[in-house]
């Protein structure tokens, strides 16, 4: 054994010995302070093990207290409990990377190693607050304290960095997210708007006019054409605001299908551009056809690729100002069939146009955003093209007009 141990129970700052040792009894009334203190401890629950300084240079001498009003001091032997309790803790410690003695710090003399220590190189030492009057000290292997110190900060800061760019990241993208949906809000809240108002002016002059003529009002067949002829063109208007919908609808719920077979893009557009010369030419508009003596098929659902080339003439009509003027063509380009609705009117500033194919979306300034529309036209054309496996392209600038191209895979 390298311990004598010394139990006493304590009370009321008097000492009675259970096992009577004289040196050992007076170093405890020596170190009431330190004794007074563990038993603080104590009361909170905590249990710390306290070295009693003495003049003694081989023997440590350890106090702790065990339960209440009973304390503990052990007298040790210094080299054996380095050697016996301390070492293999060092040893699992310090591995292949530490060199760590132990030494008495008035002499110098060395009490452990895990290996000898190299001479020449800087080494760390510190007093062991457990061993009074002992030092640790540890030199890395490979580095030097000042290459292990430059190394662990190098790591340190690296890491520090990386998080730092990875919270600008999250922080980022959380900023990015808020904003879209606050935009998202904001365009479905134009959205309802610009809906209810696209729905409301139809149906006010359906009702007008269907009025009028309950009321017989109308005398002349001139004028009962007339108003026939506004109910039909505000009817078709309400239709095509409807069937917009309800095709987004279709889409947003995954429910749009499309039937592919052969079609003869010629007579596919050839067919929608009749349907809409007489109808342009009645609102004061030059439209222009330019078709191909080229015989072109593709695989596709023909009524979806005629809603698509519609709401670009609609587009066209709607965003074409003062200068009236559209024009369709039909091309073959490569292994692709081409269809270009052009137009002449205010046309699309360059940070807005890769934006207009979003669902909602309506220019945020200029005379796009003073016109009406439901914001669904161009979204609902993209759709129609990617499930074609096409691309659409716009080559716009402000003042000078718009065209769009659809681009289709030939069969």
């Known amino acids: 054994m390298y311990t004598n141990q010394l139990c006493l129970k304590f009370d009321k700052d008097e000492l009675t010995s259970v096992k009577e040792n004289g040196k050992l009894k007076k170093l405890v009334e020596e170190n009431m302070g330190v004794l007074n203190k563990l038993f603080r401890y104590r009361d909170s629950d905590f249990m710390k093990i306290e070295p009693v300084y003495s003049e003694s240079k081989d023997v440590l001498h350890l106090m702790f207290v065990f339960s209440e009003g009973k304390f503990c001091l052990m007298s040790v032997d210094k080299r054996i409990f380095v050697e016996i309790t301390i070492s293999p803790k060092i ?75 990875m919270m600008i990241a999250v922080a980022f993208f959380a900023y990015r997210n808020i904003r879209k949906e606050i935009e998202l809000a904001q365009i479905k809240s134009d959205f309802v708007s610009n ?53 987004f609808s279709q889409i947003e719920a995954g429910k749009r299908n499309y039937h592919f077979k052969e079609v003869d893009l010629n007579r596919l ?28 098929f593709i695989n596709a659902d023909k009524e979806a690729i005629s809603e698509a080339v519609i709401n670009l003439i609609d587009n066209a009509v ?43 979306y309506r220019a945020s300034r200029g005379l796009i955003h003073d016109t009406k529309g439901t914001g669904l036209g161009l979204s609902l054309t993209k759709h129609i093209v990617d499930a074609h496996k096409g691309i659409i392209e716009v080559e716009s600038e402000p003042g000078k007009g718009s065209t769009f191209r659809l681009i289709f895979p030939l069969k």
């Open 91 to 165: 040893q699992s410690v310090a591995r292949d990377q530490f060199l760590v003695s132990i030494s008495d710090s008035l002499s110098g003399e060395e009490i452990y190693q895990t290996s000898p220590i190299e001479t020449g190189r800087q080494i760390i030492r510190k007093n062991l607050w457990l061993i009074p009057g002992y030092q640790m000290g540890i030199q890395p292997k490979e580095q030097t304290v000042a290459e292990l110190v430059e190394k662990r900060t190098s790591s340190n800061l690296i890491i520090f960095f990386v998080f730092a760019l």
């Open 318 to 360: 709607k965003y074409s100002g003062d200068s009236k003027m559209i024009r369709l063509r039909l091309t073959k380009r490569d292994n692709n069939a081409v269809i270009e609705v052009e137009d002449k009117g205010i046309g699309i500033p360059k940070d807005e146009q890769k934006k207009i194919f979003e669902k909602f």
């Open 195 to 247: 809906v209810s108002h696209e729905l409301r002016t139809p149906l006010a002059l359906i009702s007008m006019f269907a009025e009028t003529f309950e009321m017989g009002r109308v005398k002349t067949e001139e004028k009962k054409n007339e108003y026939y002829k506004i109910i039909s063109d505000e009817t078709s208007r309400l239709s095509n605001i409807v069937n917009k919908i309800l095709s």
């Open 269 to 296: 557009v050839q067919s929608v551009a009749n349907t809409y010369k007489f109808h342009l030419g009645n609102k004061g508009f030059e439209f222009n056809f330019d078709k191909t003596d080229e015989k072109i």
